[in-house]
């Protein structure tokens, strides 16, 4: 395990950890919208629903940016072999990042009494579109932020002919954060214009930029974990990037399905999106080629954990769940149904909020100097999140197929009394896995937050042997079968997207919902299941490892043993 | 730069080709997207739209301070927690929508929406200001009357004053005449809706169906000469909340959207003007038919529409003795 070289790396240290306060944040306002799901009449009048869904989509956001820049700031001086320029501008961006936090935070209960702050023509306090909620006032000091963010960057890496692809994607990745941000702050006058541009943000920041911010560390942080081979992960980051870009940039047309632009898109989105995947199955691919790389046991299981997560939930929800409604023919009927947070949670929160997560299990040890730490609270607490997402996607997923039946196909009427009541159980079930995630939530921020400051006295992770039969769930894996895992997926993926499909057929115009529930109650709960599945062996796999240097012949040595320095 | 193996796999010309096919298809994405805003297209644009006095550049200036896509969807983005508004509009019309939005809370009786159809903003935007064939024409404010009128709606009341609710109407027009690309897609005509899931027959008593005046239908026979107050105040409870009147008023102190009625009659109120008046019978007959001339100071003007032509002498009467019992 390597050790703190350069001092300008602690400063990443307040971004993890803010990040993790913001994340805690985001879980409970998540929590008190899905129960407002449950009962809309809770708190109506005082903290309305799209008060808290605004600060609980702003949230998520700013922790996820705030998890990049801790590790930005953490392997920007390792790959720059010196130290970070400008650390006082770091610190102030810190201050800043907190002020905008709290501002947004106050400023978007004033939805409930219509006040945006209008000025020059422009919503000062808060503006009322969907993840882009914050006022002008706030997306200039973001802006600001993103800024000194690329500047520290850029200035902190070496001269441009020693950069490797990882310097080129995260350099890129940076400047396009701060660039595409641009598109979001004009008032628009037309919708079809402002929805055009508000997914230039959203889209290009989630497709373009986060996509090659999170290739590039990921990337590098395989290096550090698996001493993975520089340019082979190099070679990994070029075409991952480009694929992204390749498919991502027409792919954006997937949004101007329905807003108003013409019907040409429709094709264009169809078919370019449906290209999306691609990079996620390659970067999919190469975690297992690296993880394999030097074929030891996991020094720092939960930051793995969170790492396979990421990529493995990026697969699944932003690749899987996106490539089934990225089609006109199926978007069609998903669109603007509980079908999509269904993907967005996966994605969002798999993708980008786990690789922030385990940016942390890697970096707050080193940072805090601790040699051993009790690695078993991380673990519990990714299955607990992992699975309580995997929850929240199922109830959101057959929860839409209902709505999308009975409010698109039937025409009832929303709360006449028919769509809400049917989709009353699966309301229910996105706060009861919402419990289980925020076990999980609230267990790794305790962890991380009071990570090396606990008391000494706690009792060390035992060493515990294994038989040496591995078994079958433990067995090294391999190729094909890992091929095989991911063909399932992609398996019950169709079973989705042929779903969605059949909701075209005239017998469930007609009112007969038969095809689509059988095949979407195969569907999502396979995928699902499978998708647990998967990580599980591919951990097992990895934890079952002989280590080397230690074991006795015939013995595995257990994974809870402390990092080794 | 990197090739894997160090073997020869032109792997700087395969790079060069990745970004020349890029750069091709951001030519592709521009030229689409210029091509998506052509004046040729005849797509709607919000400056051409007005709805009593307000733009609809206005109503989107409204619907986006009030975060309105933060529950429901526009054009099907936004957060799902209420209903699509794209084509509120063309289904349920100003009138209901005028009668709807300033005291969300409530769905609007048929009564209601017939006071909104003496505004001649609405009147004209309508083109009616007959009920029944208001009804004709919107068939989805008929189905709302039917199954809601006069139950307690999802939604907080949200501080909307008149100007506001106008812009919000304008706004919702035009999205309502904005080409989608037929999107929400519409159902089939011949559907059979499982029998678990069919629209319920509205409950008795619960405002009117579409073809009735909620007014006229479920208020008994007008009174006798001799009637009992009892039997009057009973009367006025029942007129109030047929005419939609508990939308926006609580029957306590509290405000709703209008002043509560709770120790209301012969008691002082304040005016916005500055003086005191007594809410003697004149002052409570006049409030429910001249709404705007007096304005009870804290509440903004315009919002309540005039009850003049739906209340008669003896409805209002009862109404009255129904305030006087609070």
């Known amino acids: 395990m390597i050790k703190i070289d350069y001092q300008t790396q602690r400063l990443s240290l307040r971004f993890f950890l803010l990040m993790l306060v913001l994340f805690g944040f985001q879980v409970l306002f998540g929590l008190l919208i899905a129960v407002q799901h449950v009962d809309p009449r809770l708190l109506s009048g005082i903290l309305n629903f799209n008060v808290l869904r605004a600060e609980h989509t702003n949230l998520g956001i700013l922790w996820i940016l705030s998890g990049f820049i801790g590790t930005i700031l953490f392997v920007g001086p390792l790959l720059s072999r010196r130290e970070l320029a400008a650390p006082g501008l770091i610190r102030f961006l810190f201050w800043a990042l907190l002020a905008v936090t709290l501002w947004n935070i106050a400023t978007q209960s004033l939805a409930a009494r219509g006040v945006a702050g209008w000025w020059l023509g422009q919503p000062w306090l808060q503006e009322g579109l969907e993840y882009l909620e914050a006022g002008r006032a706030a997306d200039i000091v973001i802006f600001v932020g993103f800024a000194i963010l690329a500047w520290v960057v850029l200035r902190t890496f070496p001269a441009r002919r020693e950069w490797n692809e990882i310097h080129w994607g995260l350099a890129i990745g940076v400047s396009a954060l701060t660039f595409v941000w641009l598109f979001g702050v004009f008032f628009v006058e037309r919708l079809d214009l402002q929805e055009y541009f508000r997914w230039y943000v959203v889209h290009y920041w989630v497709e373009g930029v986060w996509e090659v911010i999170h290739i590039s560390l990921v990337g590098f942080l395989l290096v550090l974990m698996f001493k993975a081979d520089v340019k082979a992960v190099g070679y990994a980051v070029f075409w991952g990037v480009a694929m992204v870009w390749l498919s991502g940039l027409i792919g954006n047309a997937h949004h101007y399905f329905w807003i108003g632009t013409p019907e040409f898109w429709q094709f264009w989105g169809s078919l370019f999106s449906a290209l999306e995947p691609l990079p996620l199955v390659f970067c999919f691919w190469h975690i297992y080629l690296d993880a394999h790389q030097d074929r030891r046991p996991l020094e720092n299981a939960p930051a793995f954990y969170f790492i396979l997560g990421s990529v493995v939930l990026e697969q699944v929800g932003a690749g899987i769940l996106g490539f089934t409604m990225t089609f006109a023919l199926t978007n069609v009927w998903s669109h603007g149904t509980w079908v999509t947070p269904s993907h967005a949670h996966l994605a969002l929160f798999g993708t980008f909020g786990m690789l922030g997560i385990a940016s942390a299990y890697y970096a707050i040890p080193l940072l805090r100097g601790v040699k051993d730490f009790d690695q078993r609270l991380g673990r519990i607490a990714f299955w607990l999140v992992f699975a309580g997402m995997l929850g929240i996607a199922f109830a959101f997923a057959i929860g839409g197929t209902i709505q999308v039946f009975l409010y698109r196909s039937m025409g009832l009427s929303w709360f006449g009394g028919q769509v809400f009541p049917a989709m009353q159980f699966y309301k229910v079930l996105v706060p009861v896995f919402g419990l289980v995630f925020l076990a999980g939530a609230g267990l790794l921020v305790y962890d991380l937050l009071t990570l090396g400051l606990r008391a000494r006295g706690a009792p060390q992770p035992r060493k515990t042997f294994r038989p040496a039969d591995p078994g079958r769930w433990r067995r090294t894996l391999h190729g094909t079968e890992a091929g095989l895992w991911l063909a399932g997926m992609w398996i019950f993926g169709a079973f989705i997207t042929l779903g969605l499909l059949s909701f075209n057929l005239d017998a469930v115009a007609l009112g007969d919902p038969t095809i689509p529930y059988i095949l979407a109650g195969l569907g999502y709960p396979g995928l699902l299941l499978i998708t647990l599945l998967f990580v599980w062996r591919f951990l097992a796999s990895l934890e079952a490892r002989p280590a080397p240097e230690t074991a006795a012949p015939g013995m595995d040595q257990a994974i809870d043993q402390a990092a080794r320095a | ?326």
């Open chain 2, 1 to 326: 730069m990197s090739c894997l193996n160090g073997t020869d796999c032109r792997e700087t010309a395969k790079r060069r080709s990745a970004l020349a096919v890029l750069a091709l298809m951001l030519a592709i994405f521009l030229l689409l997207s210029a091509w998506s805003f052509l004046p040729s297209r005849n797509q709607v644009v919000p400056d051409d739209i007005q709805y009593g006095g307000a733009s609809a550049v206005e109503g989107k200036r409204v619907f986006q301070a009030y975060n309105c896509m933060g529950c429901h969807t526009i054009v099907g983005n936004g957060a799902y927690f209420g209903p699509d508004l794209t084509r509120i509009h063309a289904e349920a019309g100003p009138a209901w929508l005028a009668a709807f939005l300033p005291s969300a809370g409530g769905w609007p009786t048929s009564a209601a929406v017939r006071v909104q159809l003496q505004n001649p903003a609405i009147r004209e935007d309508a083109g009616t200001d007959d009920l029944q064939a208001y009804l004709q024409r919107y068939p989805g404010a008929a189905e709302r009357l039917e199954q809601r009128a006069g139950q307690h709606s999802l939604m907080p009341n949200l501080p909307l004053n008149a100007h506001e609710v106008a812009a919000l109407i304008a706004f919702l027009k035009y999205t309502s005449s904005m080409h989608t690309e037929g999107w929400p897609p519409k159902p089939h005509a011949n559907r059979r809706v499982p029998a678990s899931w069919a629209p319920k027959a509205p409950m008795a008593g619960n405002g009117a169906a579409a073809g009735q005046t909620a007014a006229a239908a479920s208020s008994p026979a007008p009174s006798s000469a001799g009637a009992q107050p009892q039997d009057l105040v009973a009367r006025g409870r029942q007129l109030v909340s047929d005419l939609g009147c508990v939308a926006c008023h609580a029957t306590d102190q509290k405000r709703t959207v209008g002043p509560g009625w709770g120790q209301l009659a012969g008691h002082e109120v304040q005016l916005a003007d500055g003086t005191t008046v007594t809410a003697d019978e004149a002052y409570l007959a006049r409030s429910i038919r001249q709404p705007d001339a007096q304005i009870v100071a804290g509440y903004p003007p315009h919002v309540m529409p005039s009850y003049d032509a739906l209340i008669d002498e003896a409805d209002m009467k009862a109404i009255v003795a129904y305030l006087n019992s609070l």
